[in-house]
């Protein structure tokens, strides 16, 4: 497969959750009905802790992702959301198998 995954880890600051998640979900369905190279793109929230928020998405190939940060929607989605961002945590993978119903 080959393809580039990203899972990033929020903390997001008390109080803070709701608008978070508005923003990132707009970034989300923009990503995926813009870019081409943009195949996923999940937001989850931590059932016991609503504070933690994480983001799973997939692309083509490294390219595909590094063009996504150039993007306008990206650049307004980081705007909008850096007061609410306590923490985060980014770790990149290389897909090796993927199963979907």
């Given at each position: ?62 390219a595909s992702f590094e063009a996504h940060g150039k993007t ?30």
């Amino acid at each position: 497969m080959g393809n580039f995954v990203l899972v990033v880890e929020f903390e997001v600051k008390p109080g803070e959750s709701e608008r978070f998640l508005a923003l990132i979900a707009e970034n989300a369905k923009a990503s995926v009905a813009t870019e081409p190279g943009c195949l996923q793109f999940d937001v989850v929230r931590d059932e016991k802790d609503p504070h933690r928020i994480a983001l799973y998405e997939v692309y083509r190939d490294a390219a595909s992702f590094e063009a996504h940060g150039k993007t306008s929607h990206v650049e307004a989605f980081f705007a909008a959301a850096k007061p609410f961002i306590a923490a985060g945590k980014v770790t990149r993978f290389e897909r090796v198998a993927a199963n979907a119903k």
